[in-house]
């Protein structure tokens, strides 16, 4: 079955997903890449496993299919792996080489786009936003004077919004960027689209998930 994100039922869960078929299995499953059936991986720190099809098992709601083009690149084919309940992005080049490195001694072997929690339920990471946002389907776009209030960790009031892009649902993942066009880090949609341009200006409108102010207030737990 793989992971995909269901999106969000309300603040504080998370871009929850579906857990693997076999939860006690879950240490070095295959998430992504070629090749995602049941077959095992030579010996190393990886093993294949299960995989949907055209999303190679992890698709996240604020890109949806463009998953694959983080897969097949111009540059090389890249993949998925579950380390230490973490996925990592990496190239198949990188993989070969952590391939050597014991399990125990392996730390990070790519990007980290998120993690499991003790629940078993799947959270993104603001490590991969600047991966995610180029390919985003739904996103946001906050006023000057929100944008240190949603770098802080607060989620995003109608009064703070700019913009928001047509047709977005309710409880839809978005990514959340300045009026300038930098991406500042990742949001559940709290209204639709259409829903936002009648609530109150104190009404939230976008559920805070992650920032990049992260990288100085949790510099020490990002990987």
Not at 146 to 161: A, D, M, P
Request: aromatic content about 10%.
């Amino acid at each position: 079955m793989g992971i995909e994100w269901d999106g969000y039922r309300g603040p504080g869960r998370g871009w929850e997903g579906r857990d693997l078929d076999r939860p006690g299995d879950r240490e070095g499953w295959n998430l992504a890449g070629p090749g995602t059936g049941r077959e095992r991986a030579p010996e190393g720190p990886w093993q294949e496993g299960p995989g949907p099809g055209c999303a190679h098992g992890i698709r996240p709601r604020s890109i949806g299919e463009n998953i694959q083009l983080l897969v097949d690149r111009p540059d090389g084919t890249y993949c998925f792996r579950l380390h230490r309940d973490r996925v990592y992005y990496l190239s198949e080049k990188l993989l070969k080489l952590a391939a050597s490195v014991p399990r125990d001694s392996l730390v990070a072997p790519g990007t980290c786009f998120g993690k499991f929690t003790k629940s078993q339920k799947f959270r993104l990471s603001v490590t991969a936003l600047d991966f995610l946002a180029p390919y985003a389907k739904y996103k946001v776009w906050v006023k000057p004077g929100s944008e240190q209030s949603f770098l802080y960790g607060n989620h995003v009031l109608k009064s703070g919004l700019g913009r928001i892009t047509e047709n977005t649902a309710q409880y839809q993942g978005v990514v959340v960027y300045s009026m300038a066009d930098v991406p500042l880090g990742f949001g559940v949609a709290a209204k639709s689209t259409q829903e936002c341009r009648k609530v109150d200006p104190l009404a939230i409108v976008v559920f805070h998930q992650a920032d990049v102010g992260e990288y100085v207030r949790n510099e020490d737990t990002l990987t």
